[in-house]
Structure formats: structure tokens, C-alpha cells
């Protein structure tokens, strides 16, 4: 194995036959230094290199994080493809914007509260014990809730991210080939990312899930690329507008429910029953008044003026009709008298 030390600093940069002095300089002016795939497996006293920025230690057997409290200056860490497990000595590194830990045996996202300035955090693809996923510190996602922009958490056996939420600032998220598939966690998320413009979920069993880009294109109005394809503002209009045309004509239909249900229960209470009397004595028995009840229960309507008005006439020629009909019964029943009829005839005769 290789130690990461002054020497292999020296070696690297070609500062092999000169001056203990001039390479001292050398590493005080340094900013960039990329020492991946050497086989390292331990980082050992840099405290010269002051000025280091940007520091490439990926493809090693680094197996853990330390010596490193000299980097106040480091921004950008690349740690990928080692064997660290745990992610600590980074409290030191104020100015850390970048870190860079996929590939390695991380089993909690922790020691992280102290870095304040953090931006972007990658840490796909853990080698975890089977059955189990990544698992995130509280301390540490709230201490990242305003700064981290740039999430990757692919390939962690995650099954939800309601928890990652606090992430206010958050602007791209990359969790592919995870275990998410409850929409209604996603859509928590969604209303807390406000500022989220990209976001890639492709091998998650939610990508199946019916109407899964419109729901998330819909709960998240800044997004413009999700799973790798562009998202377009016409296509956000009409699907928001869907959205409130179907839920319009739920509130219209649930209105309209309501109001039948009320006017059923108002019908049923104002329908006329006819109540049969019940009475204790067996010694005296009365026969109900079924008409008089009927009566009492009744409900009067008024017609309109146009049915009032037809049915005037129609009882006026009602009348009338009746009473020609008794007209003609009392010429039937009751004829003149002999008297009568004679002088009649007698009228008759003298004025043939």
C-alpha cells in the first residue's frame, strides 16, 4: 500500500532533484493536486500545502478521511472508489463546496453539520449490506438546508424522500435506480423544493406509477428537466390548467351531491303520512278520521296564474253544463199540465 505523503508529492510533480526549499514553495503555491489511482490507502501530514483548492484522491483504498485539517482553503474534494465507511475530520474545511464520495461503504450521511458552505454532495452508489439503504442524520440535512444545491444519491436502496424535504435550496436531485414508489412522499418533497429545476429518477418503481411525469410536472412548477428530458412551459400550462378544470368540476359535482342529498332529506320530512291514532284503551275504541288526517297533513300548492285562469273556465262551463242537464231532467220529471197544452192548441189553431 501508499501513503499519501510529501515525497509522493514530490514524485508526482517532477520535483525530485530539487531544492528542499524551492519545493517547499512549490507546495505552499499549490492549488490543484490530483493524486488518483496511486493506490493510496492513508492521507499523512500535508500541512504545507496551504493554498490547496482541489484535491483528486479518487480510485484509491483510501479507508478513511483524515489528516486534512491543514485544507482550510480546499473546495473541491474527490473522495469516490475508496473504501471509506464514515464520513468525519471534515469540520475543519469552512470553505468546502464540493464533496465528492460515490463509490464507497458510507452507510449514514453524517458530519456534515460544521461545514456550512457545502453546495453540491454526491454519494452514489454506497456498498451496502444487503437489505439495507442509505440513511441520512437530521443534524447534518438541517445544517445543508440552505446551502446544498446539488444532490446525488443514485443507486442506495432509498424507498423515500420526505426526509431530504429540509433541502430548501435544493436545485438538482439525481436518484436514480432507488426503491421510490409512493407519489404522495414525492409530491411532500416537491412543494418544499421551490427552487428545484432538475431531477432524474429513471429505475425507480414510481417512474410506472399512471400520470407520473404530468403529477410531478404539475406539483413542481420550476422544473424544467425531468429524467433527462426537457420539460416545455406550453405542455406545464395545459396540465395545469387540466388540473383545474378537473378539479372544478369535482367541487361542481360535490355541490351538486350535497344539494340532492338535502333536497331527498327535505322531501322526506315534508311528505304527508297518514298517522293511524293509538289508543291504550281497550274498553273504548274510535275509528280514525282518515280524511280529516289527510287533510290536516296536506300540503297547499299554488298554481300558477295561467293553470288558475284555465281552471276558472273550465268550472265555469261546468256549471253551465250542469245545470242545462237539470234544466232537462225538470222538463222530463215535471211536463205541462192538460190546461196547458190546450190552450196552447187553442193559441195555435186561432192564429192558423
Request: hydrophobic content about 35%; some cysteine.
Given at each position: 500500500m501508499v501513503r499519501l505523503t510529501m515525497d509522493l508529492i514530490a514524485k508526482n510533480a517532477g520535483h525530485k532533484n530539487r531544492s528542499e526549499e524551492d519545493f517547499e514553495q512549490y507546495l505552499q503555491k499549490i492549488t490543484h493536486l490530483n493524486l488518483?489511482?496511486?493506490?493510496?490507502?492513508?492521507?499523512?501530514?500535508?500541512?504545507?500545502?496551504?493554498?490547496?483548492?482541489?484535491?483528486?484522491?479518487?480510485?484509491?483504498?483510501?479507508?478513511?478521511?483524515?489528516?486534512?485539517?491543514?485544507?482550510?482553503?480546499?473546495?473541491?474534494l474527490y473522495l469516490q472508489n475508496n473504501r471509506i465507511s464514515s464520513i468525519e475530520n471534515l469540520s475543519?474545511?469552512?470553505?468546502?463546496?464540493?464533496?465528492?464520495?460515490?463509490?464507497?461503504?458510507?452507510?449514514?450521511?453524517?458530519?456534515?453539520?460544521?461545514?456550512?458552505?457545502?453546495?453540491?454532495l454526491h454519494i452514489e452508489s454506497q456498498h451496502l449490506p444487503l437489505g439495507?439503504?442509505?440513511?441520512?442524520?437530521?443534524?447534518?440535512?438541517?445544517?445543508?438546508?440552505k446551502s446544498l444545491s446539488v444532490l446525488?444519491?443514485?443507486?442506495?436502496?432509498?424507498?423515500?424522500?420526505?426526509?431530504l424535504a429540509v433541502l430548501e435550496n435544493l436545485s438538482y436531485l439525481k436518484a436514480v435506480d432507488n426503491r421510490l414508489k409512493h407519489m404522495k412522499d414525492l409530491e411532500v418533497a416537491l412543494k418544499k423544493w421551490t427552487k428545484l429545476r432538475r431531477m432524474d429518477l429513471t429505475g425507480n418503481p414510481i417512474c410506472q406509477k399512471p400520470k407520473y411525469k404530468d403529477r410531478i410536472i404539475?406539483?413542481?412548477?420550476?422544473?424544467?428537466?425531468?429524467?433527462?428530458?426537457e420539460i416545455q412551459e406550453m405542455e406545464r400550462r395545459f396540465l395545469i390548467n387540466w388540473k383545474a378544470s378537473r378539479a372544478a368540476r369535482k367541487k361542481n359535482n360535490e355541490r351538486?351531491?350535497?344539494?340532492?342529498?338535502?333536497?331527498?332529506?327535505?322531501?322526506?320530512?315534508?311528505?304527508?303520512?297518514l298517522a293511524l291514532p293509538f289508543n291504550h284503551s281497550h274498553s273504548v275504541k274510535e275509528k280514525p278520521d282518515f280524511l280529516d288526517l289527510a287533510h290536516k297533513q296536506k300540503v297547499e300548492r299554488k298554481p300558477a296564474p295561467r293553470i288558475r285562469e284555465r281552471r276558472s273556465q273550465m268550472k265555469t262551463q261546468a256549471w253551465g253544463f250542469i245545470s242545462d242537464v237539470k234544466l232537462l231532467n225538470q222538463k222530463l220529471l215535471f211536463p205541462r199540465a192538460p190546461e196547458e197544452m190546450k190552450f196552447s192548441g187553442c193559441h195555435r189553431n186561432r192564429h192558423s
Open positions: 488518483s489511482d496511486k493506490n493510496i490507502d492513508s492521507i499523512d501530514d500535508l500541512s504545507f500545502c496551504k493554498n490547496l483548492r482541489v484535491l483528486y484522491l479518487y480510485d484509491n483504498q483510501i479507508n478513511q478521511i483524515q489528516n486534512l485539517d491543514f485544507a482550510s482553503n480546499i473546495t473541491h475543519l474545511l469552512k470553505k468546502l463546496e464540493k464533496l465528492y464520495l460515490g463509490g464507497n461503504y458510507i452507510t449514514i450521511v453524517e458530519g456534515l453539520d460544521k461545514i456550512g458552505e457545502l453546495r453540491e439495507e439503504k442509505l440513511l441520512f442524520d437530521p443534524v447534518s440535512l438541517n445544517s445543508l438546508a446525488n444519491i443514485s443507486n442506495n436502496n432509498i424507498d423515500e424522500l420526505e426526509e404539475v406539483e413542481s412548477p420550476t422544473l424544467e428537466s425531468l429524467d433527462g428530458k351538486m351531491t350535497d344539494e340532492h342529498a338535502a333536497y331527498v332529506q327535505f322531501s322526506d320530512s315534508e311528505t304527508p303520512h
